[in-house]
C-alpha cells in the first residue's frame, strides 16, 4: 500500500464458488486493496453492501436465480447516500449487456479475460468514480457513438410492445393482421437496431431505453 493511498475496500459478487475463490486469492495478492466481503447473489451483495460499506462493488451480470447484476446495480447506485461504486466484472460483451449495465449506474465495465494489473488499476478508478472499460468494449462504445442506431418505425413498436407482453411470433401476426414472416423480418430488424439477439434482450434494452410505454 502506498503511505498516500488507503486501500480501496471491495466487495465481490459471483455466484459461481470457485471463480470468487480466484478472485479473492487475486485481489488478496494487491496490497492496496482490501477485500471486506464476498457474495453468491445479488440480494446478497444489496445486504452486504449496506452492512459493510464497500467503494466498489465487483459484480457479474449474470447470477442465477434472483436479480440479475444489472438490476442489482440499479439498486446498489440509487440507493439514498449511495457511495460505492459498481465495477461490472463479466464475460459478456454484447452492446445490449453494455448499455444495460452502465444505463443502471455501472461506474465500469470490465472483462473477466483482463490481466491482473488491468483489473486492479480499474478497481482504483472505478473507487474515484472515473470510468473503467476493457478496450474491446471501450471500442464497441466508441464505434456505437459514431453510428448512431437507427430509430425503430411505428410497425417495429408495436411488435416490440407485444413482445414485452410475452405474446409469441403466431399470435403476434394475429393481434397485428400480418403474417408470421413479416413478424420474423421486423424481429430481425429490431435486434439489429437495439443491438441484442434475443426477444429477452431486445425487451430489456427497449425498457432501458424508455421504448415501451
Not at 449496506?50 to 446495480?73: C, H, R, W
Not at 414485452?164 to 413479416?182: F, H, V
Amino acid at each position: 500500500m502506498t503511505p498516500d493511498r488507503a486501500p480501496v475496500r471491495i466487495l465481490v459478487c459471483d455466484d459461481h464458488a470457485v471463480v470468487r475463490a480466484g478472485l479473492l486469492a487475486l485481489l488478496d495478492s494487491a496490497p492496496d486493496i482490501d477485500v471486506v466481503g464476498e457474495a453468491g447473489s445479488g440480494e446478497e451483495a444489496l445486504a452486504l453492501a449496506a452492512k459493510l460499506s464497500p467503494d466498489v462493488v465487483l459484480m457479474d451480470l449474470q447470477l442465477g436465480e434472483g436479480i440479475d447484476g444489472v438490476e442489482a446495480t440499479r439498486r446498489l447506485t440509487s440507493l439514498p447516500g449511495a457511495r460505492a461504486h459498481v465495477l461490472v466484472l463479466t464475460t459478456y460483451d454484447t452492446d445490449a449487456d453494455i448499455t444495460r449495465a452502465v444505463e443502471a449506474g455501472a461506474t465500469g465495465y470490465l472483462l473477466k479475460a483482463e490481466r491482473a494489473d488491468e483489473l486492479f488499476a480499474a478497481i482504483h478508478a472505478a473507487a474515484q468514480g472515473r470510468p473503467a472499460l476493457s478496450a474491446p468494449v471501450a471500442g464497441r462504445v466508441m464505434a456505437n457513438l459514431r453510428r448512431p442506431r437507427p430509430a425503430l418505425t411505428d410497425r417495429e413498436r408495436d411488435i416490440l410492445a407485444q413482445l414485452a407482453r410475452g405474446i409469441g411470433n403466431r399470435d403476434i401476426a394475429r393481434a397485428l393482421y400480418i403474417s408470421e414472416a413479416t413478424v420474423k423480418t421486423h424481429l430481425r430488424r429490431i435486434y439489429d437496431k437495439l443491438g441484442v439477439d434475443t426477444r429477452a434482450g431486445a425487451v430489456a434494452v427497449a425498457k432501458e431505453q424508455r421504448l415501451l410505454p
